[in-house]
């Protein structure tokens, strides 16, 4: 996914739409958050489709296209000079990371009975989840192009640089448990149990799973973004796969409804 400005221009737009329509369906509390989790994804498919029109408008000026600066990985306190490199810099290093921690601070707000009653523990791990977004930030400098074997051969973005430098294993378990760090999220701090539970870790595995099958590799951060479109399909499709009958809060929102309906009847 994100393979081009167009690709990343219409996952967006089905993301978006995807979270007007769970927002305003409230089968439970879950809509909201399904809303707000999925909206943290559509934000990646924005700062990707800003990428590749940036490679786009480089490569029409006759210019060398998104490139690695890294002189200014590592590092805090300095920047480029070119204003497109500039950009592509000031994304990179910081916005990427935010948008990372906004997904994991989402995540986070599930709406578990186990944070209901201590909501400063709830932000607490929220603050503590920011320590990795920190480091990524130190780390990165600008956006690359990088070969890929998915879907055709072609080039992909690279967040951050070029870590060419450092042993691909100790990037590769980074990467990896990154991605454990959000399932343990799920199931310990979320505390989702049951089909929900199964829900986002099984389009979770899947990603993971299909980035080493045909990349051999994790650290492709811009092919996660994937997730919009699935989790698009996953949280439109909850009717399908959890019923909601053993569900305290699917039977108090249904209740809310239709006391809602019969009140605009009146």
């Known amino acids: 996914m994100c393979w081009n400005l167009q690709v990343s221009a ?18 439970s509390e879950r809509d909201t958050f399904y809303a707000r989790y999925l909206l943290t994804f559509t ?15 480089s490569i029409l000026n006759s210019e060398q296209g998104l490139h690695a600066c890294k002189s200014y990985q590592l590092q805090f306190g300095s920047s480029p000079t070119n204003e497109n490199e500039y950009m592509n810099f000031i994304v990179s290093k910081y916005f990427i990371p935010m948008i990372v921690f906004s997904q994991h601070a989402t995540q986070l707000m599930y709406p578990s009975s186990k944070y209901k009653k201590n909501p400063n ?39 951050g640089g070029d870590f060419s430098d450092y042993p691909f294993v100790v990037i590769q378990i980074g990467a990896t448990l ?10 310990y701090f979320c505390n989702m149990r049951g089909a ?9 595995a899947g990603v993971v799973s299909f980035l080493w099958i045909t990349e051999g590799r994790m650290d492709f951060g811009s ?3 994937s997730y919009c479109l699935i989790y ?15 569900d305290k809060e699917w039977r108090i929102a249904q209740s809310n409804n239709k006391k809602k309906l019969k009140y605009k009847t009146l």
């Open 121 to 159: 523990a709830q932000h607490t791990i929220i603050y503590a989840h920011a320590i990795p977004c920190l480091i990524m930030s130190f780390c990165f400098g600008c956006t690359m192009l990088t070969s890929a074997n998915f879907p055709s051969g072609d080039e992909t973005l690279f967040w």
């Open 223 to 225: 092919k996660w973004c």
């Open 196 to 204: 929900v539970l199964y829900a986002h870790l099984i389009p979770l």
């Open 43 to 57: 934000f990646t498919q924005i700062i990707d489709g800003f990428l590749w029109y940036m490679n786009d408008q």
């Open 10 to 27: 219409i996952s967006a737009c089905i993301g978006w739409i995807t979270c007007i329509y769970i927002y305003n369906r409230q089968r």
């Open 178 to 187: 990154h991605s454990g760090l959000v399932a343990f999220g799920f199931y």
């Open 232 to 246: 698009s399909l996953v949280y439109a499709c909850e009717p399908l796969w959890y019923t909601g009958k053993n």
